[in-house]
């Protein structure tokens, strides 16, 4: 019997250890995202920082038991064996749940998610023993379950959610009216009062929220912050304003980033501080509480099904070596986890001040809530008067700088401060006021509030952003909901299938673990791969001719082999490579549009006289665009032909096709070596092949033509065979158009030009 809660233990200590990781990489975006989008210092800066926050925060974090101690469930009510059922069931949904959640890239509460499986599971176990025992109803739940404190953890969420969002814009906006989008122009004392008004929320917050347990900090101390707030507040800010100017005046240095990086530790270290017992709160709860049966046992012989655990309601102390354990693997997941780099880039996207790739697409409700806000603006415009609108437009005038794309921050400075300033400012009070509040709630929503103030969300934008906010919100409900049901599921299989049911339950979310990593790997491996095609950037005719080549280059062998392929898959009738097929060229065409939905800013980044490398561009994305639709139908035509089981093509019929394979592929590769190495004189030989490629595919035609009229039988064969061949003489016109365009526009005597950026390097 011992051995099973000491297996228990184990168990608990691995999932630990691997609700870190995976609570890490979810939580990262918490005080990642501001420093990240608005690119103030270097990424390894903002690592470096965030480290040492979380390292701090880990040391001086209380080590106690938060879930347990706030009641989320009565444990006087619990045995032991019903315990370690309730936590080894919160641990496994726990894991799986945010590991789901940070392979989706979406941010979620680990608060919220711990706090509802301790619900889901002690409301299952209570349920079991409420029917065992015919002297009980479901109205005795209430003796098992701390309602009151559930619904006040819910109404805390809703309402967090709510002004998190508000405050955040409101701030941002008279922010934006005082600095403008040129704060760097404006007099130093504006930088400075912001400075001494943000570092002293920052502060503030690290003390109150942060460090507010920390053994170091005198009890004299902790009395005059709970007594004196705003006293220790007004102080805070003249100080901090004093130092702010002295250090423009005679450091010259840059405000704005300090207060980013000294923000970004900030709430590191109130993640580190708080957070961690959300991860390791309840493995170290489990074995406190079998530390305490054990003690019972060898004294008294008492069995785990009749030791009460009245002593888990008190405080659970945590070993100092495990915290910094604790820290250790926390700081290790931050820097190599990909997964925290996805959650980051959802919440920076969401606020981005540019247009980029938008990850959600627009639903009824995203598009009425825009709708509603564009009418609500324009009746606000209609009060105001036009002196003030005319004031506050300029000071959201952005000014044109012109960077490489992957050089461009996703927001500003000012922004960046604000939204570590505000959420700040916001977990302060809620800390201070004992209410329940998630990090990821608030710094989430206060980045939305903001980008919304700062007018990130403009027409072009608005509909897929907000869709982007309501699909993560939604899913920070989802998480309530799941994870209160998923722990309630394990407890009750737990509870009846004893050791059984934990080994199974173990190995199912190691599996299920396992197979998430080697998705997520295999995802990014092909989102990194070296075909990926990439935006022009030059501004002359000559830059793009010599940029695109790469493009042409990738396009054509990834054409090469989408068509092999479809012809391969319909010749051995092979439905899993067709299948795969058609996701290699949904790929394509979806990289291709991507390109085209940049033209915009490539025109904008063009010289003046440059028009003609503007042309040159949008004809090329058209060819290639052209090649892609004949691939992609082509590609599809074969799948759907095998995936309906109709009749397969005949050997003629094959052996022609492959013939025609093999000259494309000829075709292809020779095209593909030119433009791979720039040898653009190489174009005019391919061009000669031109007339050569088109009579056999007439030839083909004419083949099946003959064989309809005599011999063939299959109408769908006949159609499919026909829809290939026109499709390869449309994909070849496409692919000739694209060479005659550059053979006609290439110049070898000319040097291609640079950005502007490239050029002051």
Sequence with gaps: MENLYIYMLAALAFLAVADLVVGVSNDAVNFLNSAIGSKAVSFKTIMIV????????AMTSSGMMEVARKGIFNPGEFMFNEIMVIFMAVMLTDILLLDFFNTMGLPTSTTVSIVFELLGASVAVALIKIYSDSSKSIIDLSNYINNEKAIEIILGILLSVVVAFTIGAIIQYVSRLLLSFKFEEKPDWYSAIFSGFAITSIMYFIIVKGLKNAAFIPPSAQAFLSTNPFTFIGISFLVFTVLSILAIKLF???????????????????FAGNDLVNFIGVPIAGYDSFQKWHEAFLTSGILPSQFRMDGLAGKVPTNSYLLLIAGLIMVLTLWFSSKAKAVVKTSVDLSRQDEVKERFEPNYLSRNIVRLTIGFNESINRILPNSYKSWSEKRFIKPKVVVKEQDKPAFDLVRAAVNLMVASVLISIATSMKLPLSTTYVTFMVAMGTSLADRA??????????????????????????????????????????????SGLLVLAVVLLVRSYIAHRKSSKIMREEDQLEKAESSSTQGVIHESASNIANVIKRGNRIYTSAINGLAVQDLKLLKKNRRQIDKLSTEIDDLKDNIFYFIRNLDEPSVAASNFYINILGHLQDMTQSLDYISKASHKHINNNHKKLKFSQVKELKDLDSKLETLFTTTQTAFESRSFEQIGAVLETKTEMFNLVKDKIQKQVERTRSEESSPKNTTLYFSLLLETKDLLTAMMNLLEEYYQSHDSSVEPAKLISDQEE
């Design 50 to 57: 965030a480290s040492i926050g979380v390292a701090v925060g």
């Design 252 to 270: 010259n240095a840059r405000i704005y980033t300090l207060i980013i990086i000294i923000g970004t530790f900030a709430l590191a270290v109130a």
């Design 457 to 502: 969300w403009g027409s072009e934008s608005a509909v897929y952003r907000v869709a982007g906010v309501l699909n993560v919100i939604g899913g920070w409900f989802f998480t309530a909901f799941s994870a209160f049901v998923a722990a309630a599921v394990m407890a009750f299989i737990l509870y009846h299938g004893g050791g059984y049911a934990l």
